[in-house]
Structure formats: C-alpha cells, structure tokens
C-alpha cells in the first residue's frame, strides 16, 4: 500500500469507488486519425477492424468514493499494450487473434473533472490528464445526457438513448488504464464492477462545439453514429498503484 498527501489529506492506494453511475457511447474511429491523437503517448491503438480504432466516451458520476463527489467525462482509446508482439497482419481474423493473443487496455486520452481534489490527486497518483470543466450531467430520466464545456466554450453535448436490460453476473472486470502527463507514461491496474446494466447498438446523438477537442473529435469522424451504448447505474472501481513504463 502507497500513502500520498493530496490538499492535506492522505490517499492509500489501491484507490476504491464505491458507488458510480457510468455511461459510454463507444465509436469505429479511423485508426490513422487514432494514431495520430495519441502519438504523444508512444502507444499504438488496437485495430478492433482493418482501418479501424475504437473510441470511447465516458461520462461518470460518482457518488461515493475514497476522492469524493465529482462528475467526470472521458475521451479513451483501446490501445495494445506496450510489450506486445508486432502488430497482426491486416484483416480481420488478424485482428482478433491478435486481441486475444496480447490483450488491450484503455488509454485516457482526456479526463475532465469538475472538482479540484479528484483533479490533483488523479494527476499526482496516477497520471491522469484531468482538467477542471463544467461538466452537466443530466440522469434522473432513461435518456442521459451529459453536457461539457470548458473556459466558456462548448465541448459536446451528449445524449444516450436507454438499451436493453442485460444480466449482472456480478463479475469484476480487470484491465489496465494507461496515461501519460509531463512526459511519463504510465500503466495502471483498474478492475470494475458494474450492476444495472442496459447495452444497445447504435443510441448516442452527439453535437460538437468549437473547443480544441470537439475539433480533435471531428477529425476522427464523429459525431458519425455510435457503434454501441451502454449505461450502468451502478459501479464499484478499484485503481492499483501507477506503474511508469
């Protein structure tokens, strides 16, 4: 276990969230535009099809956890992971085997919060490229929205559209989360464990605005349509101790 002194206060890791509410809408970006987002990072994207990158959006609520109450949104990549092998040959049965071969993990490639102790302890402990923004969430319906906007100007307005009841196994989901911030890249052990699950292909209206990274969106292809949606009312998370790479 890891002590950090966060604002006065200290923060052992593992890092735990016991209560979130979590929505995504997950887009086939161009993997050459992906690449070239996240060259900083020094990590290759996963081609999930021929040509094609995963890209997902993110935007939390998190209710009760060891970093308090703060809405969070998030721009992520499923990249591969730093001591895999050379990328599979192109097409698709490549692609798969190579997925199941070396695995995936998540790359943060924005991680707007709208409260400054999250803020300083996701960048201190782990690297997170978190941000201050007005981040309006919009829950209580079946539709959820979720509205960013920093230094006065739009980022996105997102809307989801409810999907279909799936099962709650109750199994806990466990990947890495890489970032990189000051020139460090980082992996970090991240499991997750959702309840209140609805999945539906497709679902997700998005408007971008004028902000850097509405443009940066925009140069991926969105706001084309949402390859899957998915919403969870429920989310317990656990984040290990940063490992520099």
């Known amino acids: 276990m890891a002590h950090h002194l966060i604002q006065g206060r200290e923060v052992a890791t593992p890092v735990r969230i016991r209560d979130a509410m979590a929505c995504t809408a997950s887009y086939l970006v161009r993997a050459d535009a992906a690449r070239a987002v996240i060259a900083y990072s020094g990590l290759d994207v996963v081609e999930v099809l021929p040509g094609k990158a995963l890209c997902t959006l993110a935007f939390l609520d998190y209710t009760e956890g060891d970093l ?14 730093p001591e895999a092998g050379p990328v599979p040959r192109r097409g698709l049965r ?3 085997s190579g997925l199941l071969r070396d695995g995936a993990g998540v790359f943060v490639h ?6 400054g102790f999250t803020l300083e302890a996701g960048r201190t402990i782990w690297g997170f490229p978190k941000e201050l923004a007005d ?3 919009r829950l209580s319906s079946p539709y959820k929205r979720c509205v960013v906007r920093q230094d006065g100007r739009l980022v996105l307005d997102l809307l989801l559209r409810p999907g279909l009841p799936v099962p709650a196994p109750g199994l806990t989901a466990r990947t890495d989360a890489y970032t990189h911030l000051d020139g460090v890249t980082r992996r970090v052990p991240w499991s997750v464990a959702p309840r209140g699950g609805r999945v539906r292909p497709a679902g997700a209206l998005i408007r ?12 991926l292809g969105l706001p084309g349509g949402a390859f899957l949606t998915a919403t969870a009312s429920h989310v317990t998370m656990r984040f290990e101790e940063a490992k520099t790479l």
């Open 110 to 115: 924005w991680l707007p919060v709208d409260q």
């Open 135 to 137: 981040i309006d969430l």
């Open 68 to 81: 308090g109450a703060y809405h969070e949104f998030g721009v992520t990549f499923l990249v591969r992971p």
């Open 208 to 219: 971008l605005g004028n902000h850097p990274v509405a443009r940066e969106l925009s140069e």
């Open 94 to 96: 490549g692609g798969l």
